[in-house]
């Protein structure tokens, strides 16, 4: 493992096998995080990313693959091959933020003790005093009035919860954060204050995040770097900036086109892609590049033959056989 890194995930593939149908959720993605750094996710509804985002956090096993992982205390683990006293180390470590600030809250609980669950859960020898004295703190940190702790979630606006949720998952002070559409549900004003609020406490608490979205103007504005899936594979990965004024693959080009443009002479010189026809079924993915029935480049190559995941310059990696076209 690369000194520099936090996680490098290396060819993680996850498979669904039901009535003896094998769904193939996520196919040979590898990336590599550094500790601080936001790497976003981005990809239609469908393309793998939450399942990736799952088996980061362990709630889902990898059919296949290593993430090697470095702990608090610089211990390199690979997580797939760690023992269950190692899992819990690192389960403590690595946390969710979920979509849904509602459906992710038990109603019948007060703010206060949703907040003190993962204390409990992971610290069962915590004294009361400190449990309460902690998840206070964090609820401050996050911008919840102290006062509200006693009541319930439901008497909390869209903002307010997803304020919770990420106090309850900070409050056992992870590294990593994976953050699943964490603001996908929100109205436009108070996404930017969570993301704002996401940022101001990955700079105080030296958080590592893995944001996934489907949403590429929001990816794009937290993270340091990109990586775009398709039906399961990763098809591009670079720098934030990089992605979106250099990128190769077709796929790519479509979502940065589709990124609404505030000035408007800048908007009308600009041409939106449109990609022809639906995200195949990863119950039956086409052969080759599975890009290739909606790509404007395809050919028989991109049929018969799965493009190579290839270094084209420093940091920048592609899956296409035909990424000059793009560039
Ligand atoms: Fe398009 Fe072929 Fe590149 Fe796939 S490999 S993105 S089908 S040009």
């Known amino acids: 493992m690369n000194k520099d890194n936090i996680m490098e995930v290396k060819g993680l593939h996850k498979r669904f096998t039901s009535k003896g149908v094998t769904v193939k959720a996520v196919t040979d993605v590898s990336f590599s995080v550094k500790p601080g750094e936001t790497i976003g996710i981005v990809g239609e509804s469908g393309c793998g990313k939450t399942t990736l985002g799952r088996c980061i956090v362990r709630a889902y096993n990898a059919s296949e693959g290593e993430v090697f992982y470095r702990t608090k205390g610089g211990e390199e683990l690979d997580f797939l091959k760690a023992d269950k006293k190692k899992m819990k180390e690192i389960r ?17 609980m007060t703010v206060l003790d949703i907040i003190k669950e993962p204390l409990k859960a992971n610290f069962p020898k915590m004294p009361k005093d400190e449990m309460d004295q902690r998840a206070k703190a964090m609820a401050e940190k996050v911008g919840l009035n102290p006062m509200y702790l006693m009541r319930y979630p439901h008497a909390f606006s869209g903002g307010q919860r997803q304020r919770i949720g990420i106090a309850r998952a900070l409050v056992i002070e992870p590294q990593i954060i994976v ?56 098809v591009e990965l670079a720098d934030s ?87």
């Open 92 to 108: 403590k470590e690595i946390q969710m933020i979920f979509q849904d600030p509602y459906s992710s809250l038990d109603p019948r």
């Open 179 to 234: 953050c699943d559409e964490a603001v996908s549900a929100l109205d436009v004003s108070i996404q930017a204050q969570v993301i704002n609020l996401l940022r101001d406490l990955q700079r105080e608490l030296k958080l590592t995040y893995l944001f996934i979205s489907h949403d590429l103007s929001v990816v794009e504005h937290i993270s340091d770097k990109v990586g775009v899936m398709y039906l399961g594979r990763m």
């Open 241 to 327: 900036y990089e992605l979106t004024t250099r990128s190769l693959h077709p796929y790519t080009k479509s979502l940065i086109s589709a990124i609404p443009i505030a000035d408007p002479k800048v908007a009308k010189e600009s041409s939106r892609i449109v990609l022809e026809g639906d995200v195949p079924s990863p119950l039956n993915p086409p052969s080759g590049c599975r890009f290739r029935t909606r790509c404007p480049y395809a050919n028989e190559r991109c049929a018969a033959e799965v493009p190579e995941w290839r270094e084209v310059s420093s940091g920048h990696y592609v899956a296409c056989h035909h990424f000059e076209k793009c560039q």
